[in-house]
């Protein structure tokens, strides 16, 4: 079985462009997550979908980031235009239903640098 | 205040040696416990989950200590392959984002 796939791996880019980043969940997994590591520092959580729909987007740093996920499948992060201090390691998760005890599985990661 | 705080390491350990971490965690309605596992560069990956009453899983041993508030993983007979990243995560109840730890990293050597 599939895990959890992002694309891209690496992606550079200078300040004040647009970069997309996606996210491929497990099959089947209703729940998506996006989370963020900035270097020196924790992974912290950016937002949850629960099928098409954002049940959680408290962890979002500003409007400059929009997540999409139509239809209920794959997502995508926007970052429109970044800045510097978005250079991180974005991570995609993805679990199944609705307790607090769902193990969620994770992808390598997209590494993002602004320049 | 973090939500979760882990010695960052790193623990430079010889191999065979036991060795063990701990992990605490600031909001008391934190209600699901893990330990993941990162290499470098790779996924955070699900080492075990994290039970009241403690668990084993071959020579990794997981406790959790509510009245404390800290969570411990403890590894025996270490090999070359548990160098890695262990990350401490926690979950509220009815809540789904995980909260992570920085991450402990553990050498272990020859």
């Known amino acids: 079985e599939a895990g959890v796939t992002q694309f891209p791996s690496h992606s550079v880019i200078e300040k004040g462009q647009t970069v997309t980043l996606r996210c491929d969940p497990i099959?089947?997994?209703?729940?998506l997550y996006w989370y963020r590591r900035v270097m020196g520092k924790e992974i912290k959580f950016l937002l949850h979908f629960v099928k098409e729909s954002k049940q959680d987007e408290s962890g979002m740093p500003n409007n400059r980031f929009l997540a999409e996920r139509t239809g209920g499948t794959y997502s995508t992060l926007k970052v429109q235009p970044a800045e510097l201090e978005d250079s991180g390691v974005y991570f995609c998760a993805s679990s199944q239903g609705t307790l607090s005890t769902n193990i969620q599985y994770f992808g390598a990661g997209t590494r993002l640098s602004v320049l | 205040r973090k939500e979760v705080e882990q010695d960052p390491g790193p623990f430079n350990v010889p191999e065979g040696a036991t060795v063990a971490f701990n992990c605490t965690y600031s909001n008391s309605a934190s209600q699901s416990f893990f330990w993941y596992r990162q290499d470098c560069r790779k996924e955070p990956k699900l080492l075990m989950s994290v039970y009241s009453s403690g668990n084993e899983d071959g020579r990794f041993t997981a406790q959790l200590n509510r009245a404390s508030q800290y969570i411990s993983l403890l590894i025996r007979d270490s090999k070359l392959s548990d160098s890695a990243t262990y990350l401490c995560?926690?979950?509220?109840?009815?809540?789904?984002?995980?909260?992570f730890g920085s991450g402990t990293k553990l050498n272990v050597k020859p």
């Open positions: 099959s089947g997994h209703d729940n």
């Open positions: 995560v926690v979950n509220r109840y009815n809540f789904n984002k995980f909260y």
